[in-house]
């Protein structure tokens, strides 16, 4: 037996064979003779051939004729008839006279100018491939029965390769939490450890593995006893989450919880998330590991079959974020050094416009006949929107003509760049909802590769910077009244949920296998939150006094009413956000004029852009006046502010002089309503 620590990038507990999958370079070639060499290099034409012909009755009409083209290509005089050639004319062994070949090949069909006889290449890149990995036995084999997948590094095609039922676990040398690997784990529900202090060589195939990541280890052959109390603990895990799914499908949140999907595998564990709905589809599953686009028919029915197994529920489909560690081998983005930076996202999707406006044709077309939204990544611009949207409007031009059933979607926007959170005001002007991408969010603004695994101290996934982000993003999307979701990890990450909630998130999309846990997590918090302000005394916040004599928590802070006139309960405040309790404890006063008073000492936090709201800090204090339901409309109208940020003031000190009549005139309700965000 042996130990091994390792870091985790999904919990959880697993037992099982090991399934190794190693990188062909690692292999180490033994070169024959030339007739030797023919003769191997013929046996391995026929090998791939009868593992190509073996697959095409599995695929589409249109899957089955590319793989047919690859076994023409596969047998072309001037591909596999070359290699042959060269062993014996320049004495190679097979595997550099494939190359050769290869090379050869590629450089005709770069010469022809022709875009699509270029992207041929690939096939025979890929083709090359294949061939090298049978001659030197080093080709990376799909498990067939249950197993711990372990290796050096994957990437998220050896993953959505493999059969998804027959993944126990994952464990490599390379890796990161937020890496896509780590996401499709969490989509699988089975734990993810890397980052093995001894390599994973030390590994064989079938060795018996136990993952805890509770513990961040891996046990290598245990003693019998122990491997029989992993395969029972894993029965009761298995049959504990089968419980909290049934319970959670039952609890009511009043944020949303929804799943999130990889791919149509996931949709068979759907039920347990039943009336949640889909908060985020990755479409990628649909453009990679293939040899071309996805055609309109065929995304079409890929999402049809999505909106049904929500069963009623709202389906956000993200368009394809191609680009950086999701390469389509179609899609001929060029080398770049830097791809996380480079061409990804939304800016592949408009720089390959077809292959968008099929995905947006598919997407109308599956939006007639059901609650399915859109939703593109990686967004840094507004004008892209602006293309997006009419990109959207020529697709369902195009399918009018076509005389085909559509709809229009709502249109909504990842946030997961530092620049879409500061101009997140201007582009929720534009979108029906917002939906943060913590994952990449995290790698862009504390500038760490989701790939990479040595900035561990760096990698905090409650980095304060990141909540503030999600703070500003929040808040424009609230002024203008549009919804949020967390849809990267963090949401599926209890230690984050109550601060999340606090920040009035609306909603949490996460990984089918996480669904049940977060939803308790989320039903626990809101109770917390509704419990602490519906209690008398100091957590209720009274608005004139201290806490009362006798009452404990004497630490919290003295809070002076901002305004005179009469308190309404918290949950009496007309507003779910302050109603509820998300926000922070909170009191309404229904002025009887329009003086608005600091209520501590301390200093002026913020002052809303719209001026209808303030916020004063002191020390672990934090205090919000929110003049008006909604004023955020107002713009600014009616608020004259006498402060400004950063500002010291006395309790007491008049801050704003708010024009009720006019709050009144314009439809409003003038409540002032005062927040305990902190202290
Ligand atoms: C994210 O970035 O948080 C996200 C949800 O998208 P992905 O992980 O697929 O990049
Ligand atoms: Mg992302």
């Given at each position: 037996m042996r130990k091994m620590k390792a870091?985790?990038?999904?919990?959880?507990?697993?037992?099982?064979?090991?399934?190794?999958?190693?990188?062909?370079?690692?292999?180490?070639?033994?070169?024959?003779?030339?007739?030797?060499?023919?003769?191997?290099?013929?046996?391995?034409?026929?090998?791939?051939?009868?593992?190509?012909g073996a697959q095409s009755h599995l695929k589409s009409r249109q899957e089955a004729e590319l793989v047919e083209a690859e076994r023409m290509l596969l047998h072309a005089e001037e591909y596999a008839g070359r290699a042959a050639a060269l062993i014996?004319?320049?004495?190679?062994?097979?595997?550099?006279?494939?190359k050769k070949a290869e090379a050869s090949v590629c450089e005709g069909l770069s010469a022809s100018g022709n875009a699509y006889i270029m992207e041929r290449c690939a096939d025979v890149k890929g083709l090359t491939a294949h061939l090298i990995g049978i001659l030197?036995?080093?080709?990376?084999?799909?498990?067939e029965a249950p197993c711990i997948l372990v290796s050096d590094e994957l990437s998220p095609s050896d993953v959505s390769l493999t059969e998804p039922g027959l993944i126990l676990g994952i464990v490599t040398e390379k890796g990161s939490p937020t890496s896509h690997v780590s996401v499709l784990a969490g989509n699988l529900g089975v734990p993810y450890l890397y980052g093995l202090k001894t390599p994973a060589e030390e590994i064989r195939d079938g060795d018996r593995l136990i993952l805890d990541g509770k513990k961040g280890?891996?046990?290598?052959?245990?003693?019998?006893?122990?491997?029989?109390?992993?395969?029972?603990?894993?029965?009761?895990?298995?049959?504990?989450?089968?419980?909290?799914d049934a319970a959670a499908a039952l609890s009511a949140t009043k944020t949303r919880v929804t799943a999130s999907i990889s791919g149509p595998m996931e949709l068979d564990r759907l039920p347990a998330a039943?009336?949640?709905?889909?908060?985020?589809?990755?479409?990628?599953?649909?453009?990679?590991?293939?040899k071309s686009a996805p055609s309109e028919e065929e995304q079409l029915a890929a999402y049809e079959r999505i909106v049904s197994a929500a069963a009623g529920g709202d389906v956000v489909i993200r368009t394809m974020d191609l680009g950086s560690d999701k390469q389509a081998e179609w899609l001929p983005i060029p080398g770049e050094p830097n791809p996380a930076l480079g061409m990804r996202g939304l800016r592949a999707s408009l720089a390959y416009r077809e292959v968008f406006r099929t995905q947006l044709r598919a997407l109308l077309r599956a939006a007639a006949a059901g609650n399915l939204k859109i939703m593109v990544p990686m967004v840094t611009e507004v004008w892209e929107i602006d293309e997006t949207l009419e990109e959207i409007n020529k697709a369902a031009e195009e399918l009018a003509q076509r005389a085909l059933p559509y709809r229009i979607p709502e249109l909504g926007i990842m946030i997961e760049t530092p620049a879409s959170v500061m101009i997140a005001p201007e582009l929720a002007e534009k979108v029906s909802f917002f939906s943060i991408g913590t994952n990449d969010l995290m790698q862009y603004t504390l500038a760490i590769d989701r790939e990479t695994q040595n900035l561990d101290e760096y990698c905090n996934p409650l980095n304060e910077a990141v909540f503030r982000m999600i703070a500003l993003t929040v808040e424009a999307a609230h002024g203008q009244g549009i919804p949020v979701t967390i849809c990267g990890e963090l949401g599926g990450n209890p230690a984050a949920i109550e601060r999340l909630l606090r920040l009035g998130v609306d909603e949490l999309s996460v990984s089918v296998g996480k669904l049940a846990q977060i939803r308790?997590?989320?039903?626990?918090?809101?109770?917390?939150?509704?419990?602490?302000?519906?209690?008398?005394?100091?957590?209720?916040?009274p608005a004139e006094t201290g806490p009362a004599a006798g009452q404990a928590a004497p630490e919290r802070a003295?809070?002076?009413?901002?305004?005179?006139?009469?308190?309404?309960?918290?949950?009496?405040?007309?507003?779910?956000?302050?109603?509820?309790?998300?926000?922070g404890t909170c009191l309404g006063i229904l002025p009887t004029d329009g003086t608005i008073y600091a209520p501590i000492s301390g200093t002026v936090k913020t002052v809303a852009k719209a001026r209808h709201a303030i916020s004063f800090a002191n020390g672990d204090?934090?205090?919000?006046?929110?003049?008006?339901?909604?004023?955020?409309?107002?713009?600014?109208?009616?608020f004259a502010v006498k402060v400004e940020e950063g500002q010291r003031v006395e309790e007491g000190q008049i801050v704003m002089e708010a024009d009720l009549a006019l709050i009144r005139e314009k439809g409003f309700n003038p409540m002032v309503i005062v927040v305990r965000i902190k202290g």
């Open positions: 870091k985790v990038a999904q919990s959880g507990f697993s037992a099982g064979p090991a399934f190794v999958c190693r990188r062909a370079e690692a292999a180490i070639y033994q070169q024959g003779i030339p007739p030797v060499e023919a003769e191997r290099l013929a046996a391995a034409v026929a090998e791939l051939d009868r593992r190509l014996e004319e320049e004495q190679l062994s097979a595997v550099d006279a494939l030197t036995g080093s080709e990376r084999k799909l498990p280890c891996v046990v290598i052959n245990p003693p019998e006893d122990a491997w029989e109390a992993a395969e029972e603990r894993m029965e009761a895990a298995l049959e504990e989450r089968q419980t909290a039943k009336g949640g709905g889909i908060g985020l589809v990755r479409s990628e599953f649909l453009f990679l590991n293939r308790k997590t989320v039903a626990d918090v809101e109770a917390g939150l509704n419990a602490s302000a519906a209690a008398p005394g100091p957590a209720g916040m003295h809070i002076k009413a901002p305004a005179d006139g009469e308190l309404i309960p918290m949950e009496e405040i007309p507003d779910e956000a302050f109603a509820s309790g998300l926000l204090t934090e205090i919000l006046v929110h003049v008006g339901i909604d004023t955020v409309r107002l713009n600014g109208e009616g």
